[in-house]
T-cell receptor
Framework: KNQVEQSPQSLIILEGKNCTLQ??????????LRWYKQDTGRGPVSLTI?????NTKSNGRYTATLDADTKQSSLHITASQLSDSASYIC?????????????FGGGTRVLVKP | DAGVIQSPRHEVTEMGQEVTLRCKPI?????LFWYRQTMMRGLELLIY????????DSGMPEDRFSAKMPNASFSTLKIQPSEPRDSAVYFC??????????FGSGTQLSVL
């Protein structure tokens, strides 16, 4: 069964510090991996999309890495800000542009404290 | 563009009542998705439309759920009759080609 596991489930960090979120998947075949940010009371917003040939992609202070061999991805947040408090969801697609075949992780809830 | 627009933002209803959720996708997008999000199960795909045609409704939980897309700019998700276990946040998302999904702000549904 295709699965996406995220860790930790939640974490608290101090403003200005860095943190790294993990995503392990068993989805096969694999086409692309996405990270979404979901603020409380809002819909998820795409941060990065990586195909199997990409091993890193950045979006501002967010940097995602991908190791397609070990089926692991990470999302690194640099110099965290209060606005980074949100849930971060890892999503894997087995087929390019198959929006109905996505497997969602359970998310990591991040709380940034001043 | 204003993004994906959903209405209402919040809906409180009593068990047995009909509930209709509405979605206006981003202009020019040809794919539309309805998702349900709960703490226990996370995000689950309910139904997927491509060019206004339902392509995959395998996630629709039961016959009480139905969805329509009469044109490229409007879709509805209907629950009749509603039950307390339907309480969740319902998201509509659209995309062009199914690659990057753009989500609406969701409808928080509470069935009492």
């Amino acid at each position: 069964k295709n699965q996406v596991e995220q860790s930790p489930q939640s974490l608290i960090i101090l403003e200005g510090k860095n943190c790294t979120l993990q995503c392990n998947y068993t989805v096969s075949p694999f086409s692309n991996l996405r990270w979404y940010k979901q603020d409380t009371g809002r819909g998820p917003v795409s941060l990065t999309i990586m195909t199997f040939s990409e091993n890193t992609k950045s979006n501002g202070r967010y940097t995602a890495t991908l190791d397609a061999d070990t089926k692991q991805s990470s999302l690194h947040i640099t110099a965290s800000q209060l606005s980074d408090s949100a849930s971060y969801i890892c999503v894997v697609s087995p087929i390019k542009a198959a929006g109905n075949k996505l497997t969602f992780g359970g998310g990591t809830r991040v709380l940034v404290k001043p | 563009d204003a993004g994906v627009i959903q209405s209402p933002r919040h809906e409180v209803t009593e068990m047995g009542q009909e509930v209709t959720l509405r979605c206006k996708p981003i202009s020019g997008h040809n794919s539309l998705f309805w998702y349900r999000q709960t703490m226990m199960r996370g995000l689950e795909l309910l139904i997927y439309f491509n060019n206004n045609v339902p392509i995959d409704d395998s996630g629709m939980p039961e016959d009480r759920f139905s969805a329509k897309m009469p044109n490229a700019s409007f879709s509805t998700l209907k629950i009749q009759p509603s039950e307390p276990r339907d309480s969740a946040v319902y998201f509509c998302a659209s995309s062009f080609g199914g690659m990057e999904l753009f989500f609406g702000s969701g409808t928080q549904l509470s069935v009492l």
